[in-house]
């Protein structure tokens, strides 16, 4: 028996765009900052989370805890 996948519209969102990423307490100090800025990649197949490309680190990371700001693009990164 196949199974089929579930797929609704909500959970798309724009190649990109501006994402802020939560940095877990325990990957960070009392004065760091709680979010990085990262530029959206897509998502996995497998349901966990988001790929994401960090420029400061210039690696691909994967997480769930995502802000999206769909009307920013690469452009207006930082």
């Known amino acids: 028996m196949e199974m089929k996948r579930c797929f609704f519209i ?9 994402t802020f990423v939560h940095i877990p307490n325990d990957e ?3 004065l760091d900052n709680k979010t990085k800025q990262c530029i959206f990649l897509g998502s996995k197949d497998d349901g ?5 490309w960090d420029p400061k680190e210039k690696k691909i ?3 769930r805890d995502v802000i999206f700001f769909e009307d920013q693009t690469i452009e207006d990164f930082e």
Not at 10 to 18: A, D, I, Y
């Open 48 to 52: 966990f989370g988001y790929r994401l």
């Open 10 to 18: 909500h959970t798309l969102r724009v190649f990109g765009c501006k």
């Open 61 to 63: 990371i994967r997480n």
């Open 28 to 30: 960070r100090s009392k």
